[in-house]
């Protein structure tokens, strides 16, 4: 049974949630601006685990899963990595509806049906 967030129980977990969210925002971007680095690397060393470059790319890799992973484990739902995105699944007149943040609002401030998606935004 999912966990269903109150606007004041989602507002609380914003804090830790936008760190998490910067920090995989910035892996996610240091894999990006290194792709012409660690694509050819990443080809002609399958092997030897591609040196610093493959480190760091195998580091940031493996903090966007974990910052993924734990913010799921929260029960809240990320639609959208690049924007950070992200649902709280709520309650609303006994229907199950999302809370709707993205990384950069002070608050949580919108809500949507399940099946209505960021357009579908509707202010509390």
């Not at 493959?54 to 959208?80: A, C, H, M, P, R």
């Not at 950069?104 to 509390?124: K, T």
Request: include cysteine; charged fraction near 30%; hydrophobic fraction near 40%.
């Amino acid at each position: 049974m999912p966990r269903h967030f109150s606007v004041e129980e989602a507002n609380e977990l914003l804090p830790e949630l936008k760190v998490l969210l910067e920090q995989m925002l910035a892996a996610r971007q240091r894999i990006v601006d290194g792709r012409k680095t660690w694509e050819p690397m990443m080809e002609k060393a399958r092997g030897n685990g591609g040196g610093a470059s493959g480190k760091q790319l195998f580091k940031d890799s493996d903090k966007i899963q974990v910052t993924l992973e734990q913010i799921n484990e929260w029960g809240i739902i990320i639609k959208d990595v690049d924007t950070g995105l992200v649902d709280f699944p709520a309650l609303r007149h006994g229907r199950e509806v999302y809370l709707c943040w993205r990384l950069g609002e002070p608050h949580v401030e919108y809500w949507h049906e399940v099946d209505a998606g960021f357009a579908g935004r509707q202010p509390l």
